[in-house]
């Protein structure tokens, strides 16, 4: 079943439990009305009955005709039973009949008033009177014809009721819940026109500021993310084809000038000497672009320890040439992060090797402390970056302008942020053309410290 039969059907089940409910409420409260109604009537009855056959000889002509007036217009279809306290084993038989012990107490020990009981398909009331020609009981029936029909009248018309409303309500809320899915169609409609080669397009909000209007936003998201992610898929197979591709036409050239003719021994061995700087290169390549395909959780799933990285980089670099190593932190044991040592060696070599080798003077290494966070500062005074290009150098295979005449593949610093990103870590790079470039790695302190 779709969404909107659903909203509909579960809108008007709900409507129609409170309308039940309440039809029920009425019906149950209208019954006892009813009947409590006519039990006054029986309690009347019994009154004027007594009155009738007890009371002629105490009330003048007038007074009497009135109480037969009301006695014939009141219940007329009534039965009596009168009984005598004279005949007391009689009067106990029909008492127990008609009336349980708890009725019987307030007949004789109540205040008067006429016991309402139900006896088979008939209502009843019996009364307790004395007089002076004896002590008598009555006991009027009568069974509640016209309740009766008023109580199936009124079920009758609530069942009514309820079907009508039922149907008015599934086509209301039908109605409401074409009318809120419209817009979800419309999106739905849209989304469903989005293929490979018109990802650019978005959906259009509509301005209300509500929860279609924040998925909307949400959907657009996404769409930037998978059209980002496309044309990134896209840059990155045409990029890994053409560095794939040099190689292999270096050592596919290089075996066809080594079969034209035969050669010495040293010609074979600089061939393939060679043959195997260009394999070594695809095979550092293919690597790299392995580990840039992996997720995530993979490169968390190697090996991770407390690193401690002025230690680190003191091991790999100091002693090298052309490489400055300082730190102003207190100890050593200031900088520790969790990581896989040998994943976080790649990232700084990546970085440090760029610096190395587009610039032909000291690189700096720096360790410190800024604003709650361990900072790596690596500092070249080399070729720089263009200023629009900096923000594309972290892309893979990504090479600025100026980098064209240096040996390259453009994966380094996209491998190198992966890693550090993947550690908790950030990177940024501030660079002046022609005069340094600065790569900065930090490190929240809190996860420095774990």
Not at 275 to 302: G, M, P
Not at 327 to 343: C, G, K, M, Q
Not at 379 to 394: S, T, Y
């Amino acid at each position: 079943m779709k969404i909107g039969p659903k909203i509909a059907l579960f809108y008007s089940l709900i409507t129609m439990c409170a309308i039940i409910m309440v039809m029920s409420v009425f019906y149950l409260f209208s019954s006892r009305y009813i009947n409590r109604l006519y039990e006054s009537y029986l309690r009347e009855k019994a009154f004027i009955t007594a009155q009738k056959y007890w009371e002629k000889d105490e009330v003048d002509e007038q007074s009497y005709r009135l109480i037969q007036q009301k006695y014939d217009e009141l219940l007329p279809q009534a039965r009596e039973v009168l009984l005598n306290m004279d005949t007391l084993a009689h009067v106990k038989d029909t008492l127990g009949k008609y009336l349980n012990a708890s009725q019987q107490e307030r007949l004789f020990h109540g205040d008067g008033t006429p016991v309402t009981f139900k006896y088979k398909k008939e209502l009843g009331a019996a009364l307790y009177y004395p007089d002076n020609e004896g002590y008598f009981i009555v006991f009027v029936f009568s069974e509640n014809t016209y309740g009766k029909e008023i109580q199936e009248h009124i079920l009758l018309l609530s069942v009514t009721l309820v079907v009508i409303s039922s149907i008015f309500i599934f086509f209301i809320g039908r109605v409401y819940s074409n009318r809120i899915l419209t817009p979800l169609q419309h999106i739905l409609k849209e989304l469903k026109r989005i293929r490979a080669n018109n990802l650019n397009v978005r959906l259009r909000s509509y301005g209300n500021k509500d929860e279609l209007d924040q998925l909307i936003v949400s959907l657009n998201g996404m769409l930037d993310r998978i059209d980002t992610a496309f044309k990134s898929e896209k840059s990155f197979v045409s990029n890994a084809s053409h560095e794939l591709n040099n190689p292999l036409t270096a050592i596919q050239g290089e075996c066809e000038i080594a079969l034209l003719k035969e050669r010495s021994t040293s010609e074979y061995m600089d061939s393939l000497e060679r043959i195997s700087v260009e394999s070594k290169r695809i095979s550092l390549l293919i690597k790299s672009l392995l580990f840039l395909s992996r997720q995530d959780k993979d490169i968390l799933a190697n090996t991770v320890e407390d690193v401690c990285l002025p230690r680190m980089l003191r091991e790999q670099y100091v002693g090298r040439p052309r490489i400055r190593l300082s730190s102003t932190l207190r100890e050593e044991n200031d900088f520790i992060v969790r990581a896989n040592p040998y994943l976080l060696g790649i990232a700084l070599q990546n970085v440090v090797d760029n610096a190395c080798k587009y610039s032909d003077k000291d690189v700096e290494i720096s360790l410190f402390e800024k604003e709650g966070r361990r900072v790596v500062e690596i500092r070249d005074q080399g070729i720089g970056i263009p200023q629009e290009e900096v923000e594309l150098i972290f892309q893979s295979f990504y090479r600025a302008s100026n980098t064209r005449s240096y040996k390259g593949q453009g994966i380094g610093l996209s491998l190198s942020l992966k890693i550090i990103s993947t550690y908790g870590g950030q990177m940024g790079i501030h660079s002046e053309e022609g005069h340094f470039t600065t790569v900065s790695i930090t490190f929240p302190l809190s996860l420095a410290e774990e």
